[in-house]
């Protein structure tokens, strides 16, 4: 074995949670290693090239507020911006890209190249040193020998990943990338339990042979987004996606051949996702739907293949064929790869303390879809905290976990490491219940001054920031010290833009909670300062919203009492007798830090943590009975 250097922290995979975890752990300052299976593999967009969308928007923007890149990669390589759900309210309100995959690629390769503290080697890791219950090292297929303080399993679809399209079945990872073949065997030797999933994707067909007179015209905003609080876009070349439908030709073909599907014949072992569904799946689970919506995107500007997005398959090439054919637009499509499954091992999540680092192995950490996660966004957002905490781990700091109600990351992470998954995991906005706080628009609110703290925003971010929260506060104090009264100079005012008059004097503020007012009416009827359109959307929901906030920090409140009841770490669960068996199991297994998390663990009744309230302040008191 040839000891082929020394890290702080080695991060094992260059997909979405690999990059953020390098990038995070090199700016803290930890010599950092990023190894890939290949180096045209970092960032690479094997499913859709998209970022973002309902919950997965928030993790982008929240990913950024604390220092990572995801959301300026995006915003420099995408060719396609939405707002979703804008006819809602302001906590589901999200931003969608369609990204240029390889110009994504390109540029998150050149930033991970470029950033100091971090190495980007093309290795194969097969398998991990352990010495005593801590990380000490990694292993590449070629022998050489890395030995590191801490590491970030960030492995993707990679592990034993074994492509299957009908019949067909080979070894290898996505987009027709090499397997990781040994690792998951050194990691069950570690005793680390794996578990056996299933992810997807559709046919990519020709742009060239495709009819959009038969499809609907989806075009980006008219508005010019961006995903990063650092970005200075206003302006931006957008093409169009295009909107089709199934029928019952198409259902037919995909009933007629589901014995060949590899999900239904036995072919495929592993749990596949049910907020992503293949198509087949879809017919089956749906039969009374007359049509499925499908989305054709574009994957970028240098190229012709085209994403058929709703359309994930694992059905043989012929039948995919046939069945792409009978969509309006797509009569004479062209494929240019086929859809696929892929099947990969991951990890038991619940294995994992909230600071996403093994239980039983110091130092190791584990992030993405290694996690049981799916989806870009959620790789990210945890691979940033896994770096984070991989490098404090090595840097002797003490971890950093975020709460849920701080954000959509600490729901996910808390979800993960509380509830476990028996199934890809997906973010989304129902899964956050204080989601009225945790909106995109105050992201950088929340949690910049955290990357700050912990030293990940920098000096060029942290002004901006304090520049943007100067000029909220004084719009917001502007709203408050003005006072109109019902003159008759106002009402004329408000009758002359369709509102309703005055009865009493009220400050602009007040007026402002109106539903059918906004900052822009103020501003044109009584001369108030020109601002942007993050400080007035910011100011308008404080505002507006105010009631509904103020009561949900009101549960937070109630529910942090019960997050700080710490729990002992070697607690005995199987030694308090009033707890049920099956709580018993869970608790011992999860090994919560808190109440408030032991309350969330499934199995977990409100009578268990009752009984767990009673034996901590036993123990508070020094009695210690069970």
């Known amino acids: 074995m040839y000891k082929a250097g020394k890290y702080d922290v080695a991060v094992i995979g260059a997909g979405h949670a690999g990059v953020e975890a390098a990038l995070a752990a090199a700016r803290l300052g930890a010599k950092t290693l990023m190894a890939s299976v290949s180096m045209d593999n970092i960032a690479m967009m094997p499913c859709n ?43 589901v ?10 110009h994504y690629q390109m540029c998150m390769k050149e930033t991970c190249e470029n950033t100091e503290n971090l190495d980007v080697k093309q290795l194969t890791v097969d398998s991990i040193v352990v010495d005593g219950g801590n990380l000490c090292g990694i292993v590449a297929e070629t022998g050489e020998f890395y030995e590191c303080s801490a590491a970030v399993l960030a492995s993707g679809t990679y592990l034993k990943g074994r492509i299957i399209i009908g019949e067909t079945v080979y070894e290898g990872g996505p987009n027709g990338q090499r397997a990781a073949l040994k690792l998951s065997a050194s990691l069950a030797e570690n005793g680390i339990e ?39 876009e206003k302006t931006r070349e957008q093409v169009p996606c295009w909107l089709t439908y199934t029928n019952e030709e198409t259902h037919k073909i995909i009933r007629d051949n589901m014995h060949r599907a590899p999900m239904a014949n036995g072919v495929i072992k ?18 009374e739907k007359e049509r499925h919506q499908l989305f054709i995107e574009p994957e970028g500007n240098h190229t012709n293949e085209m994403y058929v997005q709703g359309m994930s398959t694992s059905l043989p090439i012929d039948v995919q064929t046939a069945f792409l054919r009978t969509i309006p637009g797509l009569e004479n499509a062209k494929i240019m790869r086929a859809g696929y499954a892929i099947e990969y091992d991951c990890i038991n999540p619940l294995q994992l303390k909230p600071n996403l680092e093994l239980k039983t192995i110091n130092g190791f950490f584990s992030a993405g879809q290694s996690n049981g996660s799916s989806g870009y966004e959620e790789a990210a957002a945890q691979g940033i905290i896994a770096g984070i ?12 976990i975020l709460r849920r109600h701080e954000a959509y990351i600490g729901v996910l992470i808390d979800d993960l490491v509380t509830k476990g998954t028996n199934e890809p995991y997906r973010m989304m906005t129902s899964r956050a219940e204080y989601r009225l706080l945790l909106r995109e628009d105050n992201a950088d609110i929340r949690l910049t001054p955290v990357g700050r703290k912990i030293g990940l925003v920098k000096d060029d971010r942290w002004e901006r920031f304090c520049q943007k929260q100067d000029a909220v506060k004084t719009v917001r104090d502007i709203l408050q010290k003005t006072i109109i009264t019902p003159s008759q100079e106002t009402q004329t005012k408000l009758q002359k833009a369709n509102l309703e008059i005055l009865k009493n004097a009220v400050s602009l503020e007040t007026f402002l909670r109106r539903p059918e007012v906004n900052y822009m009416v ?5 001369d108030l300062p020109e601002i942007s359109r993050e400080v007035r959307f910011e100011t308008e929901t404080a505002i507006k919203y105010e009631g509904y906030i103020k009561k949900q920090q009101e549960q937070i409140e109630r529910m942090e009492r019960m997050e700080n009841k710490i729990l002992p770490t070697d607690l005995d669960y199987g030694s308090i007798t009033s707890l049920r068996d099956e709580a018993k199991e869970k608790l011992a297994q999860i090994k919560p830090r808190s109440l408030g998390q032991a309350s969330r663990i499934s199995g977990v009744s409100p009578a268990d943590v009752s009984v767990l309230m009673i034996y901590l302040e036993q123990l508070r008191r020094g009695s210690g009975v069970g």
């Open 49 to 91: 090239p998209s970022v973002g969308g309902p919950g997965k928007g928030h993790l982008v923007r929240e990913i950024d507020a604390l220092g990572g890149q995801m959301g300026i990669n995006a915003d420099k390589t995408c060719i396609q911006f939405r707002m979703l759900n804008t006819g809602k309210g302001p906590a």
């Open 389 to 400: 905490n991989a490098a404090r781990y090595a840097l002797n700091k003490d971890p950093l």
């Open 270 to 287: 592993g749990v596949g996702p049910r907020y992503c569904p293949s198509i087949e799946t879809k017919i089956a689970r749906f039969p």
């Open 522 to 526: 103020l501003q044109e009827l009584f």
């Open 194 to 232: 794996l578990m056996r999933f299933k992810t997807g994707t559709p046919a990519r067909v020709d742009a060239r042979t495709l009819n959009y007179e038969k499809m609907i015209k989806q075009p980006g905003d008219s508005i010019c987004h961006n995903f990063s609080f650092m970005s200075d």
């Open 93 to 102: 309100q999200s931003l969608r890209a369609q990204a240029d995959k390889k």
